[in-house]
């Protein structure tokens, strides 16, 4: 399921540049495509088991019959990942599997380096569907994954219960990260700019 052919890598890698700045950091706006709305969650979770069923619901819902999961770094150190180890940390993952799967591709690391697997060393991580209908976004630095989705195409809001809007909530997950945890009002303005819903129901 890892991707370990470079002409592969890099049609990957041109579809991935096509709907996210891949430099861009929160709180800055990372995806380019489209009028979204946006949810949250914590980023750890999105790095466990526990959040298989949900990733699995919104690609069915979308018609897809796979997910796309990269870590974004740079180019150097993707080739430096391939030179090592033989593939890329970036993943096609089949809807079929379990979440005890989807642990263990996160949990996965090459043989010559035991820490270096996705769930201990990945600091951002895109998931996306073929349709680039939905992507989550999501960053260690800062506690926190997005949703990039349309509200039309969300049909079973059960799937997304522990999901929010950014508000207070969230707010504080992301503090935890500053000193005092007391995020910056700079921070705290451009996030709210660049990912607040405008008039969205999602339940």
């Known amino acids: 399921m890892f991707i370990t052919n470079p002409n592969e890598f890099e049609h990957?890698?041109?579809?991935?540049?096509?709907?996210?700045?891949?430099?861009?950091?929160?709180?800055?706006?990372?995806?380019k495509t489209g009028q979204h709305n946006y949810l949250f969650e914590e980023f750890h979770?999105?790095?466990s088991d526990d959040s298989w069923d949900m990733l699995k619901r919104v690609a069915l819902i979308h018609g897809d019959?796979?997910?796309?999961?990269?870590v974004l770094e740079d180019q150097?150190?993707?080739?430096?990942f391939y030179q090592d180890f033989g593939y890329y940390p970036?993943?096609?993952?089949?809807?079929?599997?379990?979440?005890?799967?989807?642990l263990d591709i996160l949990a996965d690391y090459p043989q010559q380096s035991l820490n270096d697997?996705?769930?201990?060393?990945?600091?951002?991580?895109?998931?996306?569907?073929?349709s680039a209908k939905w992507m989550i976004y999501g960053e260690r630095d800062y506690e926190i994954g997005v949703l990039a989705t349309h509200k039309i195409e969300i049909k079973d809001n059960h799937m997304l219960k522990t999901w929010?809007?950014?508000?207070?909530?969230?707010?504080?997950?992301?503090s935890v990260v500053f000193p005092n945890q007391k995020l910056p009002d700079d921070f705290k303005n451009k996030l709210f700019r660049n990912y607040k819903n405008q008039m969205v129901n999602f339940s």
């Open 117 to 130: 697997s996705i769930m201990n060393t990945a600091s951002r991580v895109l998931w996306v569907s073929p």
């Open 76 to 80: 150097k150190s993707m080739d430096h």
């Open 90 to 102: 970036w993943v096609k993952i089949p809807l079929h599997i379990s979440s005890s799967d989807y």
């Open 164 to 174: 929010r809007p950014l508000d207070e909530v969230v707010l504080g997950w992301v």
């Open 12 to 31: 990957y890698l041109s579809f991935i540049h096509s709907l996210v700045h891949c430099k861009k950091t929160f709180p800055e706006q990372v995806f």
């Open 45 to 47: 979770w999105l790095l």
């Open 65 to 70: 019959d796979n997910i796309f999961m990269a």
